[in-house]
């Protein structure tokens, strides 16, 4: 019977917001695999390793070629029975590695519903008929706009900067402000429910401005930031200084001048993540990611409504009406990873403070295991789960074993390991990292990591 272990070649996508050349980990991860015939060009950008069996970039055995996808239609026991039935004989989740260099998309991914009606609609445009709830974990600083910022914070900086409450108009600020004035906080559903409407009314009125007078707006708005140093926007906010916000506006007027993201900025968080940490991003949650190198990890889909820091197509109609606009501070869009129970160290491992750690969001499609093990001949033993596995190596070297079958790894080769299969890492390196994703429907993996 064939070992449910196999080394994945991956593809890369070349995107003009990725990082280029070497600089970009995608790329590097994508020629580290040796069959992959793959030569990183010194000029041009990558974005995004993939890795699953999504049609549009899908993984493929490295020994046979033959793709994942063919493999676990093939053998259904590779994904489980249960897992297979479910999700139509495709991976459930589609892992991968972004290197970004410029901002992406101010965007949102649709519902399951909202996806299934988009795709017959429009299917160019929306090639999927699955939402997309994703994660992200930094593998190097990060920074990006992350959901609606906590209604006080816009309501200051409706106040503080001039060129924004011009450009959305007096009368929808003054709207906004005393609509939401006095239950900003407040618990009470039918508050909630009316500061979202509120919300939306005064998004929808910025978005929906002719480019010429955000082009004017923006030129205000930069020159503002330019002069005013900590002053800036009334000297930031709770969450960000004054100086941390003129200098976001200047660098994101150099990739994108007079776009209107310079004025959404203003509605997100703005977050930076250090390496190891997480955060959760619904399906319909607004978000625009900014630099860093990240692990994503989402539901198999490749759907995105954009609307802004983009010259592709957008939709802002269909954004506008599709958010959830859930507004609150970034730390509760943060994840708390919790250590994985599941895996036994050796005591090299045990006594070198070897982890092995979980993200756990609130879906089922998948979750994520960072493992580090620091020092040559240190082990970690993972228990068979009743799902798929993908697992990455972005620093360090070892091997990884199922069975009797053993595979070398190094930073950025990829392993898929079926259902039911007991996969052990042992590094010969002084530090070896790897990311694990995986599907299991039910039984040991339920820590809901998410703050």
Not at 94 to 121: D, G, T, Y
Not at 123 to 144: L, R, S, W
Request: glycine fraction near 8%.
């Amino acid at each position: 019977m064939q070992v449910p272990l196999f080394q994945l070649q991956c593809g890369v996508n070349s995107y003009d917001w990725g990082k280029v050349g070497k600089e970009s980990a995608a790329a590097k991860y994508a020629a580290a695999t040796e069959s992959n015939k793959f030569a990183i060009e010194n000029e041009k950008p990558y974005a995004e390793l993939w890795m699953g069996t999504h049609p549009s970039l899908p993984s493929r055995d490295v020994r046979t070629q033959r793709s994942l996808l063919d493999l676990v239609q093939e053998n259904k026991a590779l994904m489980s029975q249960e897992i297979s039935r479910k999700y139509g004989e495709k991976l459930p989740f589609l892992f991968k590695v972004l290197s970004i260099r410029k901002a992406l998309s101010i965007q949102a991914h649709p519902n399951k519903k909202l996806a299934e009606q988009l795709h017959e609609k429009d299917p160019k445009n929306y090639p999927d008929d699955n939402h997309k709830p994703e994660m992200t974990i930094a593998v190097t600083p990060f920074d990006g706009l992350c959901g609606f910022r906590p209604l006080k914070e816009i309501s200051h900086f409706l106040t503080a900067v001039p060129s924004l409450r011009k450009l959305v108009g007096e009368e929808a600020a003054k709207e906004f402000e005393e609509g939401v004035s006095g239950r900003e906080t407040s618990t009470n559903p039918e508050d909630t429910r009316r500061n979202k409407k509120s919300l939306q009314t005064l998004f929808s009125a910025l978005m929906t401005k002719d480019k010429s007078a955000v082009a004017a707006a923006a030129k205000e708005l930069v020159e503002s930031a330019n002069g005013d140093g900590e002053q800036f926007a009334g000297g930031g906010g709770p969450s960000n200084g004054g100086r941390e916000l003129a200098d976001l506006v200047v660098r994101l007027n150099s990739q994108f001048e007079g776009d209107v993201g310079l004025f959404v900025l203003f509605f997100l968080n703005y977050v930076k993540l250090e390496v190891g940490e997480a955060m959760f991003l619904k399906a319909d949650d607004i978000h625009a990611y900014l630099s860093g190198d990240i692990i994503e990890c989402m539901a198999s889909s490749d759907n995105v409504v954009r609307a802004g820091f983009t010259p592709k197509f957008q939709d802002i109609p269909t954004l506008t009406s599709m958010l959830t606009y859930s507004y609150a501070p970034i730390s509760e869009q943060k994840m708390d990873p919790v250590d994985y129970p599941y895996v036994t160290l050796n005591r090299t491992a045990y006594t070198s403070s070897s982890s092995a750690i979980l993200y756990d969001p609130p879906i089922e499609e998948f979750s994520v295991v960072k493992t580090e093990l620091n020092g040559q001949e240190a082990k970690a033993t993972f228990e068979a789960i009743q799902g798929p596995s993908i697992i990455i190596c972005t620093a360090g070297s070892g091997k990884i074993s199922v069975g009797p079958k053993s595979e070398q790894v190094k930073a950025g080769h990829v392993f898929f390991v079926g259902a039911t299969a007991e996969c052990i890492l042992e590094s010969d390196s002084e530090s070896f990292t790897t990311f694990k994703a995986f599907c299991e429907l039910s039984g040991k993996e339920t820590a809901n990591g998410a703050s």
